[in-house]
Each structure stands twice: as structure tokens, then as C-alpha cells.
């Protein structure tokens, strides 16, 4: 029945929206009239209202979907959706304020004396409105008013006029910043989590181990990295379009041709293109560079976006007089140059003011601060009395922000019925059985995806299938994806909904504003190229992930909160850069190391001799380690394509028995539960099942090969023994670091430890002559305490006066206790300050071994990685990595 119900719920939601009833609604409407039947049904055939749910009750799957929405705005961490109202508002604001007719013109003039020339305009300005508006219907509304009519007046052919302008408006759906990607970037937080867990559980069943290593686990996203990984593959789409075009002129010049353009190419045009192209860029620059850069977030850069789109829109419909047109724009660019500066010369923290220059610098923040806030209140006052225009953008950021959330919590709600009759098990049961795993499952999801964009709108995909498929995909660890990764092709994937036949909305708009002679057939004609363009994308972008992966990786190990060195996930990635670096350094280094073994370090306190004497010989010992630890890898290599086979085979196997297993237990429990002679029949139905289960365990475990606990023993040793080599050349290296730097640090402190010789002497007389609870006395020797915590090395005799600080304490005061543990201190200094002055000339050889190593074998050690080592661990880490052979 739990079949039935779910099949009741996907047709009763085809047919609410084949009906055309407002999707908004008809997404929980379905959920909660199925629920309703089952619960009903339930309790009429077998008095119990759960009965016919694969898990739960009906009250439980009501409310689960507004209890998922919900925990969107109740956590903190996830604040993604605060940005679509912002964004909406600036694409919104953009669009009334006429930019994209300014641009179309221009840039027509600008392309026009190529052949191709027009469709590359139309391209051009789609990406520039993509990265501005994002808005789909506005922008080919526009671009179908002013581009469609001079390329037909110009012998353009209309399939590829009108193929051309669909499909550059739909690039606000994958160029950044962009609705889609923020619905995908919420569902794919879920998703991590559900993925993690899984992959968790995979783990613990095939190794027996109780904790996953975390470099094995899910990476989660979030919408500033969607944002990142999807420019590149927006800027690929681009100029595929445009080679297109390029392409299709070449070889039929009569379907594209150039267009003469009147006027000259003087000073004034190109102030003209200046002034139509500098503030869409610079907003753009602005927010995106935000981003990137990391001085902003998502939501922060929305507000941004925000602001920037009411001052262009501000002197854009200005109609009063026109010297005073670009004043706000002006004061707001002074502004902000303002504060660029002031942030790069003074500490702009307020409770960090210190001094006078602090306060100069916040004083001019303050002003610029104000300039720019007048400016945006200008800028949007002229908005406010231009035809209402500012109460218009506010309606509809209100009419389509609400329409986003209601259809985000009836998706919730539906998802949670889904759930309730199993089809999320249903679905990931068929996945995971077909044959191939996990690149046939995902193509076999991208299909399903591609399909239903035929139908539906692209919130629906997102918010409906993502959070199904995309636990599975993402918790397998052959494929070992990146959430950015997928939420990229999915976006690729969900952006062609609006190009295919027959509810492409791209299509519905265009035909709206296109002339009579511009037949149907022929736009669908024009986009099946450009539908194909889109395919090829995402193929590409599949099949190199780094296209996506590596802007992410990049802003955030050049960010300030980059991750440390050590950092488990990217171990692996490191040890490959430290082996590339000593393939031609390491005689240079093995002289270096060789050298600092041959120091005298007789001077130093056995303590020290002997951490340092074994810090350098951890040095040789670590390159040890590392070549074996490349050794045992190749050795994994090459016998995992033996073993992976039946690696598989007995996984899956496993994994079918532990799902039997479960379901007989089940079943025991409920034929334990019926003891009355009315019971009898169905508890002998559960008994029958259940022996057939156990029957058919033994028959999944005896096709497990009789060599396989062999075979996946000696492949476990390969393994171990590369992870083994892998700890103790992290183990190793460290030791090479930490022991010479820590006698680096004490002696640098040299002339710090003397500096307090004067205060410790003096302290002796005090001792002696203070008066019995004075509450003072504690205080001045804890003083020299918190000094000499400061100076490196110095723990011995800090450790030492504190025994004589405890002795002053007012209700123990002992003074001949004190000046023992005084006199103590000060003989532990006298020896100190002995041998740091001996091995004071151990200073710049130390320096010169630590200098070394410090990019390779110090490496972990170091606060942060270096410019070129973290551009290489975003290459690195940019690749998918298969970790199965763990699993």
C-alpha cells in the first residue's frame, strides 16, 4: 500500500500542475491530501492511521516539512536565503531602471561590423545582465524588443535570432549571482549532512571501525562557493555561445551577417560605450569581487548589490536637471574610494582605539560613511518620485520573494511525504542497483532532471528532486564529489528547463514580444542548438571537475580564514607538493640536515640536547617515510584493479544482507507483539516471511567467494601500510620542525630573558623585608611571573618563583619558604642565562636548517600555507579522489 500511496501522490501533483494550479500550492496540496488518504485508509482497513506509512505517523510527516523550513531561519549557520530578496531587488531595480536597452544598443553598434556581430551583442549583454538582473523574463523581454527586430531587418536567419536570444536570457540562471544557485546551495547543506551520515555508516559496516577519518568525509557548500564554481563554467557557456555564432556566420554568411553602423567610432561613441559599460561592471566588480576576495559575504554582498543597483538606477531615470544627474553616483564612488583608503592606513576597529590617528580614522569613516548613506538616499528618493518606480521594484521583490518561499516550504512538504511512503528508499534502491555505479547513476539522475525541465519550472527541480538524489550521489565514495561540483551541473542541467519545448518559459516570453512573422517552429528550431551548446557545457564541466572546484578551493586557502596545514583533508595533497619539491632539492636538503646533526650542542640542558639532537634525526627519517609512503601507494595501485571487482561484488552483497537482516528483525518484533488466537494467522505470515529472509541471507552469503577474506586481508596490509608510512612521515616531519624551532625561539628571547635579571635580583630584598599579609606581596611576584611567561624558555624559572608567590599568600604566609623557592629560581636563571649565552652562536645555523625545511618538511608546522602552496593545494584538492578502496 505504501506504493500505492506514494504513485497516489506523484499523480495527484502532475495533475495540479498539468491543471496549471499555481505550483505554490499544489506542491503541499498533493502532500497533504496523500497523507490524508493513508491516514484515513489506515484507519478503516487496519484501525491504525500509520499503518499504511513506511515510517511514523501522519501528525509526524505534517509537520515535518514546515519543521525542515523552519530550522532554515532558526540556525545560524544557515542564513543562505536571507540573499534572494536582495538579489531579487537588485535584478528587479536593474530592469526598471532600462539598463539592458542602453546596453543592447551599444553594444549592437560596437559588434554590429561583424559578421555574427549581432547574435555576439545579444551574448554579450545576456552575460553582462546575467551577472547584473539574473532576471530570465526580463531580460529576454528586452532583448527580443530591441535585438529581435534589427536582426531580422538585417537577414539574420530567426532560428538562430531567436535561438540566440533564449538562450542568452537563461544565463542569469548559471552566471552569478543567481537565484537557482542559492536554492541549490540551502538543499545541498541538507543533502552534506544526510550524505556524511551515510557515508559514515558505510564506513563503520565495512571496516567494523567506530570513527570515519575526516579527510574520508562529505565536504558541505555554501552559496558564495556556488557562486565561485559556477563563473567559470558560466564564462565556458558564454563562448561556446559566441563560437557558435562565430562559427555558424562563417559558414552562412546570408544567415549572419555584418551590419553597417551608422556614425563614426569617434571620442563620443566610445564615451558612450564607457558610460553604458563601466557601472554595470563596476556593480558586478563589486559584488562578485566581494565575494571572491572575501571581504563579503553572500548575504552582505546582496546588500551591496542592493545599493549599487538604486544609485544607477538613480541617474538613469533622472529628468531633472542634468548637471546635477551623476552627483549621488559621484558621491557614492567618493565614498567608497574613501573608505578603501581609510581601511588600508588606519585600524578601523572601534575597540581597538589606542590613539589619536585612531580616532582620525574613525572620524573619516564616519564622514564617508554618511556621504555614502546621503548618496543611496538620494539615489533612491529620485527612484521614489520617478513614477513610483521604488514602490513598484518593492512589490514585486515582495510578490516573488513570497512566491520562492511558499514554494520552498509546499517543496518541504512534499518532500516529507515522499519520505513517508518510502520513495526516497524506493529511489535509492534503484540507484544504487544499476550496474556501473556511480557515473550510471548520475547520468541516469541527469537525464531524469533534464526531462522534467521539459515540465516544470526550476525551483521545482531543485527543491524537489535535489534533496532525493543528492544524498546518494554525494555520500558514494567512488566518485568522491564535491557538493559545489554538483549543485554546478545540476544548475548547467536545470538552466536548459527554460529553452525545452513545451513549457520553456525563455520560449513563452520571446514568442509574447516577437512578430507575426516570426513562426514558433522556427524558435524551436533555434534553441535545439543552443539546448545542445548547454549539453556539451555540462559534459565538459563533468568531465573536468576542476573547472568548478578550483575558484572555490582558491578564495578559500588564500582567504584569511584559509584552512591550517594541518588540516586532515589535505594531507594527501601536501605530501604530493612536498614530493614534487624534493625531486630536485633533495640532496640540498639531506646536506642541510646533515649539517645542523654535525652542531655542537653540548651547551644546551640534557632536556633540550636530547629533543633537538632527535628533531634532526627525525629529518632523514621523514624523507624515509615519505618514499615509502609513495611506495606503498603504487603498490595500492596496482593491485586495486584486481581487487576492486570483488570488492564491489561482496559490498554490495553485504549490503543487500545487513537490508535483510533488518527487515527480519522487524518482523520478529512484530510477531513477538501478537499473542492472541484473532493474531495467529498474520503472526505465521510474519514467521513464514521472516524464515524466507534468513533463507535467503544464507544463500547472498554463501556467493561471497570463499577467497575473498584472504584477498581483502592482503589488500588491508597494502592500505595499512601506506597510511602507516603516511602518519609516521607526518610524525617525523613535525619532530624536524617543532624541537629546532622551539631552541630557536628561547634563544632569540636571549636579550628579553636578561632584561629581567635587574627586577629578579631586586625581588630578594622585598621577600625579605615585606610585611606578613600584605596582600601586595603576591601581586608584585605574580608581575615578574606574567613576564617571564612571555619570554620563551623561561618556564623553569617561572615555575619556581610562583612556588614563592604561593608562600606570600597572606593565610600561608612562610618566608623562609619563599626565599627558598626564590633562591631556587634564581640559581635556575643563573644557569640559564649561562647557557643561552653559550649557545647564542647556534643562532644562525639553526636559522639556515629551519629555512631549509620550512617548505617541505616544516610544511605542517608553519601558521599558514604560502601563495604558491596554496594555489597548488586548490589544484590539487580540485580533483575528485576515489577513497572507495578504504570503504
Not at 536570457?169 to 544557485?181: A, F, H, K, R, Y
Not at 607526518?730 to 622551539?742: E, F, G, K, M, V
Not at 625561539?745 to 635587574?758: D, M, P, S, V
Request: net charge neutral; with cysteine.
Amino acid at each position: 500500500m505504501e506504493l500505492f500511496f506514494l504513485a497516489v501522490l506523484v499523480v495527484t501533483m502532475a495533475i495540479a500542475l498539468g491543471s496549471g494550479f499555481p505550483v505554490a500550492f499544489a506542491l503541499p496540496g498533493s502532500a497533504i491530501i496523500t497523507i490524508t488518504l493513508a491516514a484515513i485508509s489506515g484507519y478503516l482497513f487496519s484501525g491504525d492511521t500509520s499503518a499504511f506509512f513506511h515510517s511514523g505517523g501522519p501528525q509526524q510527516w505534517l509537520s515535518a516539512g514546515v519543521t525542515n523550513l523552519r530550522g532554515v531561519f532558526w540556525e545560524v549557520e544557515r542564513d543562505t536565503l536571507i540573499a534572494i530578496p536582495l538579489f531579487i531587488f537588485m535584478g528587479i531595480m536593474l530592469q526598471r531602471s532600462k539598463i539592458a536597452e542602453d546596453l543592447l544598443v551599444t553594444m549592437a553598434q560596437l559588434f554590429g561590423p561583424v559578421p555574427g556581430g549581432l547574435g555576439i551583442s545579444v551574448v554579450f549583454v545576456g552575460a553582462l545582465l546575467a551577472a547584473t538582473t539574473g532576471i530570465v523574463g526580463a531580460t529576454v523581454v528586452a532583448m527580443g524588443l530591441i535585438s529581435l527586430p534589427a536582426m531580422l531587418r538585417n537577414n539574420y536567419s530567426q532560428s538562430l535570432a531567436t535561438g540566440t536570444i533564449a538562450a542568452s536570457g537563461t544565463l542569469g540562471q548559471i552566471i552569478p549571482p543567481s537565484i537557482v544557485l542559492i536554492i541549490l546551495a540551502d538543499q545541498l547543506a541538507s543533502a552534506t549532512d544526510q550524505a556524511s551520515t551515510a557515508r559514515k555508516a558505510l564506513h563503520k559496516a565495512s571496516t567494523g571501525e567506530l570513527s570515519m577519518p575526516s579527510s574520508f568525509d562529505v565536504s558541505s557548500t555554501s552559496a558564495g562557493e556556488m557562486f565561485l564554481g559556477a563563473l567559470v563554467p558560466g564564462i565556458l557557456l558564454v563562448l561556446i555561445y559566441m563560437l557558435y555564432i562565430l562559427t555558424y556566420a562563417f559558414f552562412k554568411p546570408d544567415a549572419a551577417p555584418a551590419v553597417k553602423v551608422e556614425g563614426k567610432f569617434d571620442r563620443k561613441f566610445w564615451g558612450t560605450v564607457a558610460l553604458t559599460l563601466i557601472p554595470p561592471l563596476t556593480l558586478i566588480f563589486l559584488v562578485l569581487g566581494s565575494i571572491i576576495s572575501g571581504v563579503a559575504t553572500v548575504n552582505q554582498a546582496g546588500a551591496i548589490g542592493a545599493a549599487g543597483a538604486m544609485v544607477m538606477a538613480g541617474y538613469r531615470l533622472h529628468e531633472g536637471d542634468k548637471k546635477l544627474r551623476f552627483i549621488p553616483a559621484i558621491m557614492a564612488l567618493a565614498a567608497l574610494v574613501i573608505l578603501s583608503l581609510l581601511l588600508s592606513k588606519f585600524d578601523m576597529n572601534l575597540k581597538a582605539i589606542d590613539s589619536a590617528n585612531d580616532v582620525l580614522g574613525i572620524r573619516l569613516g564616519v564622514a564617508a560613511t554618511a556621504l555614502l548613506i546621503a548618496a543611496i538616499a538620494w539615489s533612491g528618493w529620485r527612484v521614489f518620485r520617478t513614477d513610483g518606480t521604488l514602490d513598484g521594484v518593492m512589490l514585486e521583490t515582495a510578490k516573488t520573494t513570497s512566491l520562492v518561499f511558499i514554494i520552498l516550504l509546499g517543496a518541504a512538504m512534499l518532500t516529507a511525504a515522499f519520505r513517508a511512503f518510502g520513495g526516497e528508499e524506493l529511489v535509492r534502491e534503484f540507484l544504487l542497483s544499476l550496474p556501473g555505479g556511480f557515473w550510471t547513476q548520475f547520468i541516469i539522475v541527469m537525464l531524469v532532471i533534464f526531462v522534467l525541465g521539459f515540465f516544470l519550472d526550476f525551483i521545482e527541480i531543485a527543491v524537489v528532486v535535489v534533496p532525493i538524489v543528492a544524498p546518494i550521489l554525494l555520500a558514494d565514495p567512488s566518485a568522491n564529489i564535491t557538493a559545489v561540483w554538483l549543485g554546478v551541473m545540476i544548475g548547467l542541467n536545470i538552466q536548459t528547463s527554460f529553452l525545452t519545448p513545451p513549457f520553456g518559459f525563455a520560449l513563452f516570453y520571446l514568442r509574447g514580444v516577437a512578430p507575426a512573422v516570426v513562426k514558433t517552429v522556427q524558435m524551436y528550431k533555434g534553441v535545439i542548438a543552443f539546448i545542445t551548446l548547454q549539453l556539451i557545457a555540462l559534459a565538459v564541466v563533468g568531465v573536468y571537475p576542476p573547472l568548478v572546484n578550483y575558484l572555490p578551493n582558491r578564495a578559500s586557502f588564500l582567504s584569511d580564514n584559509a584552512p591550517p596545514p594541518r588540516n586532515p583533508k589535505i594531507q594527501y595533497c601536501m605530501e604530493q607538493y612536498v614530493g614534487e619539491q624534493l625531486e630536485g632539492s633533495s640532496s640540498a636538503l639531506t646536506s642541510a640536515i646533515a649539517k645542523a646533526q654535525g652542531l655542537d650542542i653540548s651547551m644546551l640542558p640534557k632536556g633540550l640536547n636530547k629533543d633537538l639532537s632527535e628533531g634532526f634525526a627525525a629529518g632523514p627519517a621523514a624523507l624515509e617515510n615519505l618514499s615509502a609512503a609513495f611506495a606503498a601507494e603504487e603498490a595500492v595501485n596496482g593491485a586495486a584493479d584486481a581487487y576492486r571487482p570483488q570488492q564491489q561484488k561482496v559490498r554490495k552483497l553485504e549490503k543487500e544482507i545487513r537490508k535483510i537482516e533488518a527487515e527480519a528483525k522487524e518482523l520478529k518484533v512484530l510477531a513477538s507483539r501478537m499473542k492472541t488466537e484473532e493474531q495467529a494467522p498474520r503472526r505465521a505470515r510474519f514467521e513464514a516471511r521472516r524464515d524466507a529472509m534468513l533463507a535467503e541471507i544464507e544463500h547472498l552469503q554463501s556467493e561471497i567467494p570463499e577467497s575473498w577474506k584472504d584477498v581483502h586481508s592482503a589488500f588491508a596490509k597494502l592500505t595499512k601500510a601506506e597510511q602507516k608510512a603516511r602518519t609516521q612521515y607526518r610524525r617525523n616531519a613535525d619532530n624536524a620542525w617543532d624541537a629546532p624551532s622551539a631552541v630557536m625561539a628561547t634563544l632569540e628571547a636571549n636579550q628579553a630573558y636578561g632584561a629581567l635579571e635587574g627586577e629578579l635580583a631586586e625581588l630578594r630584598s622585598y621577600i625579605e623585608t615585606v610585611a606578613e599579609g600584605d596582600e601586595a606581596a603576591e601581586d608584585t611576584v605574580k608581575a615578574l611571573e606574567d613576564k617571564l611567561s612571555d619570554v620563551e624558555g623561561a618556564g623553569d624559572v617561572k615555575s619556581a618563583l610562583g612556588k614563592a608567590r604561593r608562600a606570600l599568600k597572606p593565610k600561608k604566609f612562610d618566608r623562609e619558604k619563599a626565599l627558598a623557592a626564590y633562591d631556587k629560581a634564581a640559581s635556575e636563571y643563573a644557569e640559564q642565562k649561562q647557557w643561552r649565552a653559550d649557545a647564542e652562536g647556534l643562532k644562525p645555523s639553526l636559522a639556515a636548517y629551519l629555512d631549509s625545511i620550512k617548505r617541505t618538511l616544516g610544511m605542517r608546522s608553519q601558521p599558514r600555507l604560502e601563495r604558491d602552496q596554496a594555489l597548488y593545494m586548490a589544484a590539487c584538492s580540485a580533483k575528485h579522489r576515489d577513497i572507495s578502496l578504504n570503504f
